[in-house]
């Protein structure tokens, strides 16, 4: 009905809030004054008048609150009464204040800073108009598996698309150039470059910063502008504007600089790039006119944004029989159309839309959104643990409060009215609490971006605070102040004024007792959760660290060069390399060298092939055996550490060999001649001339899998040198003694050879395995982190709870002293109590701890979900860390002096 | 959507509002009106007038302004609002019966029953 006049009234009382106090006091005066004035009227003195009218009117003071109540205006008055109200008395305890406080902000500046970082990598949206109409198109392979996807295609595909598809509004592709040297002004510089087509931009909805995008026309042959992005426009030029309309090299090749993309502009989590070139540039770097028309081919990423009203379905119906018509055509003309296995892919081929408002398929976000979501989970429970502690904390306070509140209301405070400043005071406590923690979430964050960071360079990660985290930060300080603060607020004002006044703060009811305990055995049990959970991360780690990857660890240095970014054509790298290789192997300090395709522990290439033909005769199709490979210098084997079982190394002798050689490893042997001694057979024409011990190709959470080693400088069947020279980067092993100063040497070595060649990459062996780890690592460490957090505050709350128990029971204990009871009884009267709260919690937290490391299965190595020897220690140390907890307690309760107890509280 | 009132309370409102409906008055002017109607049977209590007033106002169902008083004082005049008409009118209705029945029951012999 008349909501309207209702608000219309509340607002006028609140805004004229002042005015209607007068007013009101103008308003009971007239009464009573008129009313004085027909008492004088009937006779009666007018002081006397005065008085009885005051007397007859009742409370003018109750009249003017009640009045105030039935226009809704003490709601707000009431709450800046309560706000100035809880100001003071925290003020007064600054003690518990700063204890609340801080403990608020730890649980809630962990939360935020895990948030945040959840924030950054899984659930930002990109930062361009209308991102949920987005789309990163991918496609299915048989077997069709969760993991069987890709969202790499081929240049046809991308024209088909963009000439058939009528349900997007635009469709872009392009792909990674990877690094590339970038010159200005002589001065050389490593960037980021990703080639795109040229709607790119447009689809995307992005508007320049500084002069302009790509505009039709630039994807053409001979492509020469180059867009950069804010962060390299910053970082390499200065922010200087003139940049535009100038020339910069890339791998030595000229483009014009013809624009600035906005800050933060970026399509991929933790993939910042630097520079995009259209996307046909990529024949002035690597001219090869196969790669617009190759089939079967996967390095072109496809995506494009939903025209208005079109589903994802919709869209996703049409563009798979796209997919799947042009795949028949494609198969139709290959060398592999009688392939059965090619004609299953073809037919079983599905193409898939994900949606990509958040940012197209990033590694980073599928390798720690799992982890992520488990943190958050983590985190969640420590902040309830320091709400179980705060409200420990204010319970206790409120026991010394009683005095207090029984006063006030039997001074007539209502008991709502009394929770709601009570509850006032916990929001205070929240709120300093949350602002705090949102300063330590903020360091914290930037911390946690370190820590996944193994690159060069940061991750580029923005994780400072946003809406959404400040947003987060709110409810759940919020949420913590109502937790903390509602219950003790309702039991504390559960008062009965009269005896709470006579017997002063002394003792609680039993229910509040039960309610401590309860409470503290809630914190045991999310510590034993957590602990458990540290120490099942802990053991992961542990468990990948002493995997004997075949490999010796230590005196390993490695670091990477890429011929590409110093200009070098295809057939000079191989001398570049060679020479620097020379330069290295002779500084001082080096024991071996050799130069390889793949590193040990690699996390830039997996070099994947089939061996079709063994001793000249051709394997069926469907028993080509899948190999890993990698190519490399004589003497890697040696500097590496992995021992050659048969037969010998690659040497000089096979630079100039007419035939070609390979090495095998152990599983290779074993699955390809089974049983024989495999010098001297021949696998597609190469002559395996040496077997080496297996190691794990792609890192210590592999088994040992069939690979192939070629020699680097030789190439296939001797006919082209450079065979495996050129496409990318080469890394440099070094086995050295001391590793003092090495890093320079290596500089300076390299600059020996050619002063324009950069290195990047540079790690140690160690470094680079434990930089594998570094999920895991992160998972054990913050979890440990937390679960030590956890353990403390439980500690404190056990601390707490049996301090209060030992002081209230202070006669008990004295009378028991005084009847002949030993010290040992005594001790163990509170220890017992501690260890049924031990057990009662332990007894809640196994299972509840089974649940989450079922949950991170995909995480963990080489042990299960619920391990018993984790479960048997996190019990022991909770145990432990309980026992020392009320070590203090039962101390003072040892020394309880029988007599002076008994005086004290008779 | 009115929150349910304890009975005394809702009653005082009912009679304010009654008073009110025979025009524009004071609250004391009010006070005085319902113990002329009532025949100086009905003591109201003066304090809680004003709540019952401010909640009425705070409703809509009533109205109010500052004016001259017969002996030259500035006092605050109460009226109905169109709302408060009609609420009044429908209570009336749903009274009446219940009045009636109420003012026969003394009356009642064992006889009639």
Redesign the interface.
């Known amino acids: 009905?008349?909501?309207?006049?209702?608000l219309r009234?509340?607002l006028r009382a609140t805004l004229k809030h002042s005015g209607m106090a007068s007013?009101?006091d103008?308003?009971?005066r007239?009464?009573v004054?008129?009313?004085a004035?027909d008492l004088v009227r009937g006779g009666v003195p007018h002081q006397e008048a005065m008085r009885q009218a005051r007397i007859?009117?009742?409370?003018?003071e109750?009249?003017?609150e009640?009045?105030r109540?039935?226009?809704?205006v003490n709601f707000i008055e009431n709450f800046t009464q309560d706000l100035r109200f809880g100001l003071r008395t925290l003020r007064k305890s600054p003690g518990f204040t700063a204890v609340a406080i801080l403990t608020l902000a730890l649980g809630i500046g962990a939360t935020t800073a895990i948030f945040s970082l959840l924030n950054a990598v899984v659930l930002r949206l990109l930062p361009v108009p209308n991102p949920q109409q987005l789309v990163q198109f991918t496609y299915t392979f048989p077997p069709n598996g969760p993991e069987n996807w890709n969202s790499w295609f081929g240049y046809p595909h991308l024209e088909r698309f963009r000439r058939q598809a009528g349900m997007l509004s635009g469709i872009f592709g392009g792909t990674g150039l990877n690094r590339v040297s970038v010159g200005w002004h002589g001065s050389p510089g490593l960037a980021q470059c990703d080639a795109y087509t040229d709607n790119f931009f447009a689809v995307l909805g992005v508007a320049p910063q500084q002069g302009r995008l790509f505009a039709p026309g630039d994807d053409r042959e001979g492509a020469d502008v180059v867009v950069l992005s804010d962060r390299y426009w910053r970082s390499r030029f200065a922010a200087d504007p003139s940049i535009i309309g100038q020339t910069i090299l890339i791998d030595q090749l000229p483009f014009t600089v013809i624009g600035i993309t906005p800050p933060k502009f970026s399509i991929y989590v933790g993939g910042a790039r630097d520079l995009w070139v259209p996307l046909h540039a990529l024949d002035r770097f690597t001219p090869d006119p196969n790669r617009w028309r190759a089939s079967f081919t996967s390095w072109l990423l496809i995506a494009g944004r939903l025209g208005p009203g079109v589903s994802l379905a919709q869209a996703e119906a049409e563009l798979d029989i796209i997919h799947r018509r042009l795949y028949a055509e494609q198969l139709a003309v290959s060398e592999y159309r009688d392939s059965q296995s090619w004609q299953r892919l073809v037919r079983e081929s599905h193409l898939v839309l994900h949606p990509a408002a958040t940012g197209m398929v990033s590694g980073l976000r599928h390798a720690y959104e799992l982890p992520l979501k488990l943190l958050m989970g983590v985190a969640g429970m420590v902040l309830l643990i320091t709400c179980v502690n705060v409200a420990n904390l204010v319970l206790a306070r409120a026991s010394h409060r009683r005095p207090e509140i029984a006063l006030r209301m039997a001074l007539g405070s209502g008991r709502a009215r009394l929770i709601r400043q009570l509850l006032t005071e916990s929001l205070l406590v929240a709120t300093a609490g949350g602002a705090l923690g949102l300063v330590i979430a903020w360091w914290g964050g930037a911390l946690l971006v370190r820590m996944i960071s193994t690159g060069d360079s940061p991750v580029p990660l923005d994780v400072r605070p946003d809406w959404p985290v400040f947003g987060f930060t709110a409810a759940v300080s919020l949420a913590g102040g109502i937790l903390f603060g509602l219950v003790p607020a309702i039991r504390g004002t559960r008062v009965d004024p009269g005896p709470a006044l006579q017997r002063g703060a002394r003792g609680t009811t039993g229910s509040s007792r039960f309610l401590d305990r309860v409470l503290v055995a809630v914190q045991v049990t999310l510590s034993l959760v957590l602990i458990t959970g540290a120490g099942i991360f802990t053991r992961t780690l542990e468990n990948l660290r002493h995997v004997d990857v075949g490999y010796q660890r230590d005196n390993i240095l490695m670091f990477s060069v890429d011929a590409k970014l110093a200009g070098y054509p295809k057939e000079r790298a191989s001398a570049l390399y060679g020479a620097i290789l020379e330069k290295a192997a002779i500084l001082p300090g080096i024991q071996s060298a050799s130069v390889s395709t793949v590193r040990p522990v690699d996390d830039q290439y997996y070099l994947v092939d089939r061996i079709r033909q063994v001793d000249g005769r051709a394997l069926p199709d469907g028993e080509t055996i899948k190999v890993a490979w990698n190519a490399m210098s004589p003497g890697y084997f040696s500097t590496v550490g992995t021992p050659i079982l048969m037969g010998r190394d690659f040497d000089l002798r096979d630079r100039g060999a007419t035939s070609g050689v390979v090495i095998v490893n152990e599983s290779l042997a074993r699955q390809v001649l089974p049983g024989q001694n495999p010098i001297g057979h021949r696998l597609d024409g190469a002559e395996i001339i040496g077997v080496a011990k297996d190691s794990l190709y792609g890192g210590a959470r592999e088994q040992p899998r069939p690979v192939l080693y070629r020699a680097l400088f030789q190439g296939k069947g001797g006919t082209d040198p450079s065979q495996w020279v050129g496409a990318g980067a080469l890394s440099f092993e070094l086995r050295y003694r001391s590793r003092a100063g090495l890093v320079d040497e290596v500089r300076q070595a390299v600059a020996s050879v050619d002063g324009h060649v950069p290195i990047f990459h540079v790690k140690t062996l160690r470094a680079q395995t434990e930089d594998s780890f570094l999920r895991e690592r992160l998972l054990a460490t913050i979890s440990s982190f937390f679960g030590g957090l956890a353990l403390l505050l439980a500690s404190l709350g056990l601390y707490g709870l049996m301090a209060y128990a030992v002081a209230r029971r202070t006669a008990e204990i004295g009378l028991r002293m005084a009847l002949g009871a030993r010290r040992r009884e005594i001790i163990w009267l509170i220890v017992r109590e501690t260890l049924w709260l031990v057990l009662a919690g332990a007894v809640a937290g196994i299972p509840l701890a089974v649940w989450p490391s079922r949950y991170a299965k995909a995480l963990l190595f080489g042990i299960a979900g619920a391990d018993p020897v984790v479960f048997a220690t996190s019990v022991a140390a909770l145990t432990g860390v309980a026992v020392l907890a009320s070590f203090l307690p039962v101390r003072r309760a040892s020394r309880i002096d029988p007599m002076v107890a008994l005086r004290y509280d008779g | 959507?009115d929150k349910p009132l304890d009975l005394l309370q809702s009653r005082l409102d009912r009679l304010m509002r009654t008073a009110v409906s025979l025009g524009s008055l004071?609250?004391?002017g009010m006070l005085l009106g319902i113990q002329q109607i009532s025949k100086n049977r009905l003591e109201i209590?003066?304090?809680?007038v004003?709540?019952?007033l401010?909640?009425l106002?705070?409703?809509?169902?009533i109205t109010s302004e500052w004016d001259e008083?017969e002996?030259n004082?500035?006092?605050?005049y109460y009226r109905l609002t169109a709302?408060g008409m009609r609420r009044l009118q429908t209570e009336v209705e749903k009274w009446n019966p219940i009045a009636d029945v109420i003012a026969g029951i003394p009356g009642t012999t064992p006889e009639e029953v």
């Open positions: 009905m008349n909501l309207w006049a209702r009234s509340w007013e009101m103008a308003e009971l007239f009464h004054e008129a009313y004035e007859e009117f009742g409370g003018i109750r009249a003017k009640e009045c109540d039935a226009r809704g | 959507m004071s609250a004391y209590q003066q304090g809680p004003y709540p019952a401010y909640r106002d705070h409703r809509g169902r008083s002996n004082r500035t006092a605050k709302a």
